[in-house]
C-alpha cells in the first residue's frame, strides 16, 4: 500500500484496463473498468492495490479550478468529501481521446492554454454525468443536498449544503492569500464563522484542519517554484508563504520525503 498521502488538487482516474483499490478518508474505494473517479484530493487517500495495465491520471491544482467560476452546484460536489463516479461512455472516450493531446500540448511553448479549456470541459462533463447518476439512484433528494445518494453510497458522512458552501468560501479564501501571514480567524472571518465553528467545519467537510490545508497550499506552490525556477531557498520559501526557513524544510520535506534541493534536483 502506498502512504496516505493529501495534495490540493482535483484528480481525475480514468482506468481504461483493471481496476484501482483505494482507501479514501479512512474507507475502501475501488475504480473499476471503464469508470472515471473524481475527487478533492484534500482527503487523505492512498493506492492499496492496482490490477491494471493502463490508467490516465489528470491533477487539476484548486486555484485553477476555482478560477473557471463553476456553478455553485457543481463547484460544491467537486468539493464533497466523497468521490464522484461515473461510466458514461461519451465522457469515457472523450478523455481517453484527447489525454495524449494534453500531454503533448503541455510540452510545447504556450500550448498549456487550449489545453486547459479542454480539460475544464471535461470535467464539466464529469460532474453532469456523475451527477445525473446521482439522481437516478437517488431521485427524491431535495435540490439543495449534493449527491446525497454518493455519501450514502460511499458510507461517508453527509454533509449539508450549507457546510459546504463556508468550506468553499475558506477554501477560496486561502488559495487566494496563502503567501502572505494567515490566521485562523481570519480565514474564519471570510465565512463570517467563529474560529471554533470554521475549523470544525472545515474538518468535518474536508477531512483535514485549516492549518493542513494552508500548508498543503503552500507546499503545493513551493513544489511548482522549485521545479519552474532556480530561485534561492530562502526566496522559495518566502514566496511560498512559509514563515521561517526551518519551516520551510520540515513541512516541504516532509510532503516531498526528501529535502527541498534533492526534490528539485531529481524532478529536473
Same mark, same amino acid.
Given at each position: ?5 493529501? *495534495? ?9 484496463? =483493471? ?8 474507507? %475502501?474505494?475501488?475504480?473499476?473498468? &471503464? ?25 487539476? %491544482?484548486?486555484? /485553477?479550478?476555482? =478560477?473557471?467560476?463553476? %456553478?455553485?452546484?457543481? !463547484? ?26 494534453? !500531454? ?8 498549456? &492554454? ?7 470541459? @471535461? ?28 455519501? +450514502? ?24 492569500? #496563502?503567501?502572505?501571514?494567515? /490566521? ?7 465565512? *463570517?464563522?467563529?474560529?471554533? *465553528?470554521?475549523? @470544525?467545519?472545515?474538518?468535518? /467537510?474536508? =477531512?483535514? @484542519?485549516?492549518?493542513?490545508?494552508? @500548508?498543503?497550499?503552500?507546499? +503545493? ?12 531557498? /530562502? ?13 520551510? #524544510? ?8 526528501? +529535502? %527541498?534541493?534533492? #526534490? ?5
Amino acid at each position: 500500500m502506498q502512504s496516505m498521502h493529501r *495534495h490540493n488538487d482535483l484528480e481525475i482516474n480514468l482506468v481504461l484496463r =483493471g481496476e484501482l483499490r483505494y482507501v479514501f478518508a479512512g474507507r %475502501p474505494f475501488v475504480v473499476r473498468e &471503464g469508470q472515471i473517479a473524481m475527487f478533492w484530493a484534500a482527503q487523505p487517500h492512498g493506492l492499496v492495490d492496482s490490477r491494471t495495465g493502463d490508467v490516465c491520471w489528470v491533477h487539476v %491544482p484548486v486555484d /485553477t479550478l476555482l =478560477g473557471w467560476g463553476l %456553478p455553485e452546484r457543481e !463547484l460544491s460536489a467537486v468539493m464533497r468529501p466523497a468521490p464522484l463516479v461515473t461510466d458514461a461512455e461519451l465522457v469515457r472516450a472523450r478523455m481517453e481521446a484527447m489525454v495524449p493531446a494534453w !500531454l503533448e500540448e503541455y510540452r510545447q511553448q504556450g500550448g498549456a &492554454g487550449p489545453a486547459l479549456l479542454e480539460i475544464q470541459a @471535461t470535467v464539466r462533463r464529469i460532474l453532469r454525468a456523475a451527477l445525473e447518476d446521482a439522481e437516478r439512484l437517488s431521485p427524491a433528494a431535495a435540490p439543495g443536498r449534493v449527491l446525497e445518494a454518493f455519501g +450514502a453510497e460511499s458510507g461517508t458522512r453527509r454533509v449539508s449544503a450549507e457546510r459546504i458552501g463556508h468550506t468553499m468560501t475558506m477554501a477560496q479564501f486561502v488559495v487566494e492569500n #496563502y503567501r502572505s501571514p494567515l /490566521t485562523v480567524g481570519a480565514i474564519a472571518q471570510a465565512a *463570517h464563522l467563529t474560529s471554533s *465553528h470554521a475549523m @470544525t467545519v472545515f474538518r468535518d /467537510t474536508v =477531512g483535514a @484542519t485549516i492549518g493542513e490545508y494552508l @500548508t498543503m497550499c503552500r507546499v +503545493a506552490e513551493a513544489q511548482r517554484l522549485l521545479i519552474t525556477t532556480s530561485l534561492p531557498m /530562502t526566496e522559495v520559501a518566502e514566496r511560498s508563504g512559509f514563515g521561517s526557513l526551518s519551516s520551510f #524544510y520540515a513541512h516541504v520535506s516532509a510532503a516531498c520525503g526528501m +529535502a %527541498p534541493r534533492q #526534490y528539485r534536483e531529481q524532478v529536473r
